[in-house]
């Protein structure tokens, strides 16, 4: 069973929004960091956002923060990674990842524990 589930891609043209949302399924991630990841084709999977458990404290990759903003409803346990001003190079497959640390460790996906199956996001010129 994926522990994480994923909704909210879609086909968007550029300079588009969407909100990604990412919920448990079979256990408890409250006390558990949250975040996204991406990966385009041919590429490697990259680091996005992560959020610590509170909600409170943050991390983004530095080239999307400002454009990309992740928030968490502690209430339902969910995620969010809200994408605004969207280009055709952030078309990809974008992961929702939980780990029981927050901190630099999200900027190596080797590190974190669990993974959802993805949902693709695709931008058009």
């Known amino acids: 069973q994926v522990p994480l589930v994923e909704s909210g891609g879609g086909w968007v043209q550029t300079g588009g929004s969407l909100r990604l949302s990412c919920a448990p399924s079979?256990?408890?991630?409250?006390?558990?960091?949250m975040g996204w990841y991406r990966q385009a084709p041919g590429k490697e999977r990259e680091f996005v956002a992560s959020?610590?458990?509170?909600?409170?404290?943050?991390l983004y990759e530095d080239s999307l923060e400002g454009r990309f903003a992740i928030s968490r409803d502690v209430a339902k346990n969910t995620v969010y990674l809200q994408m605004n001003s969207l280009k055709p190079e952030d078309t990809a497959i974008y992961y929702c990842?939980?780990?029981?640390?927050?901190?630099?460790?999200?900027?190596?996906?080797?590190?974190?524990?669990?993974w959802g199956q993805g949902t693709q996001v695709t931008v058009s010129s």
């Open positions: 990842a939980a780990d029981d640390t927050f901190g630099s460790s999200w900027y190596n996906l080797y590190t974190v524990d669990y």
């Open positions: 959020i610590d458990w509170t909600g409170g404290h943050k």
């Open positions: 079979g256990r408890s991630f409250s006390s558990y960091a």
